[in-house]
Every structure is written in structure tokens, then in C-alpha cells.
């Protein structure tokens, strides 16, 4: 256990659903980060959160949207997702910039 | 290419052999992590070391980086089937943003 954990473990959805992705870390960290992991292809970085502030958002489709109430959650809030959006999508928390990071076991999801 | 690349792709060994990765990056960076991840898990933070060091230590791991040929490598001595594995290497380009290169399968037979 990394003191980060993601809900659901698995998502299987169709293109008109909504959906969200949780994430909570219990370790005290002030920044959070979602990631998208596809078959061959390195590790996407999605978007990053520092103390609760959007700092970074990778150029991600308006289909996904962050939200970060607090320091300790993070959701990924998804609709009309296309199939090849279907991947594993990991969260991962740091203390600060640049030190290592925290990741969660990850979402599996499959858009039908 | 990518910022971060590792090579080889794809290493099978036996148990008790050394296991090299390396990778390969273009831009300077602050610091160059390597991460573990088991099959279609979350990935483990393994070791981090600074632009400023060129070799660092963690039980069975050594790091080596070389920033005049923007290179790292990862040495895992005597290998367990337990390190059968993908390792990542990730370069810290500053702003919070970490950048993964496309990782090492690691396979390593009792």
C-alpha cells in the first residue's frame, strides 16, 4: 500500500455514460496528479493539482475533468468518452515539486 | 523520440544474474527517478537522484547518472523472479511535471 488509493478498480462504460474517477491520498501531500497509461506508449500526464490550483493541463480533451476539492481527494469526472480512451488511469500525490511520487493501483476502464 | 527512452525494451534473465537498464533523455533536467510497476498495477518509486550526483545506492539497486551524455542507468544485482517487472525511468523537467519514458520489461526466470 502506497497511502494512495483509487475507486473504482475497474469501469467498463459506453460513450454516453458519465462517470468519475476518486482518488484519495492519505499522506499529507499538497500536489496531486492524474496520469493515463496506454498499451505501448509511455505514461501520459494528464493534468496536476498544487494545493488545490490547476497547474498543469496536458492539452487533455474536454471529455475529462478534473476536480480537486481538497488536498486529500481528487476525482476525474468523464462523458462521451471515446473507445480509445479506454486505458488504465493512475493518480499519484507528492509532497513537493519535483520529489517522488505516490501512485495509486489505477483505474482499468473500457469504453464500449 | 521521446524524452525519456529506456533500453533494452524487453530483458529476460535468470535469477541471480545482474539486470542493466538504461535511459537516455534530451533536455536538462533537475533530478531522473526510476519507477517499478508490476503487470497492471500502480507504479513504485524505486530511487531518485539529483543532477548534481552520479551515483547513488539502494539495497540491490545502483543508479548511475551521466548528464554530459543525458544518460542513466539502473543495475539490479543478483535478480529475484520477485523483480519480473516494467521499469520506468522519468525525468523531472521542473514545474511539478514528470516525464516517463516507455519502460524495460524485466523477466526474470527461477
Known amino acids: 500500500e502506497t497511502g494512495v488509493t483509487q475507486t473504482p478498480r475497474h469501469l467498463v462504460m459506453g460513450m454516453t455514460n458519465k462517470k468519475s474517477l476518486k482518488c484519495e491520498q492519505h499522506l499529507g501531500h499538497n500536489a496531486m496528479y492524474w496520469y493515463k497509461q496506454s498499451a505501448k506508449k509511455p505514461l501520459e500526464l494528464m493534468f496536476v493539482y498544487s494545493l488545490e490550483e490547476r497547474v498543469e493541463n496536458n492539452s487533455v480533451p474536454s471529455r475529462f475533468s478534473p476536480e480537486c476539492p481538497n488536498s486529500s481527494h481528487l476525482f476525474l469526472h468523464l462523458h462521451t468518452l471515446q473507445p480509445e480512451d479506454s486505458a488504465l488511469y493512475l493518480c499519484?500525490?507528492?509532497?513537493?515539486?519535483?520529489?517522488?511520487?505516490?501512485f495509486g493501483p489505477g483505474t482499468r476502464l473500457l469504453v464500449l | 523520440s521521446q524524452q525519456g527512452e529506456e533500453d533494452p525494451q524487453a530483458l529476460s534473465i535468470q535469477e541471480g544474474e545482474n539486470a542493466t537498464m538504461n535511459c537516455s533523455y534530451k533536455t536538462s533536467i533537475n533530478n531522473l527517478q526510476w519507477y517499478r510497476q508490476n503487470s497492471g498495477r500502480g507504479l513504485v518509486h524505486l530511487i531518485l537522484?539529483?543532477?548534481?550526483?552520479r551515483e547513488k545506492h539502494s539495497g540491490r539497486l545502483r543508479v548511475t547518472l551521466d548528464t554530459s551524455k543525458k544518460s542513466s542507468s539502473l543495475l539490479i544485482t543478483a535478480s529475484r523472479a520477485a523483480d519480473t517487472a516494467s521499469y520506468f525511468c522519468a525525468t523531472d523537467l521542473g514545474f511539478q511535471k514528470l516525464v516517463f519514458g516507455t519502460g524495460t520489461r524485466l523477466l526474470v526466470s527461477p
Open positions: 537522484i539529483r543532477s548534481n550526483e
Open positions: 499519484a500525490s507528492s509532497q513537493d515539486r519535483g520529489e517522488k511520487q505516490y
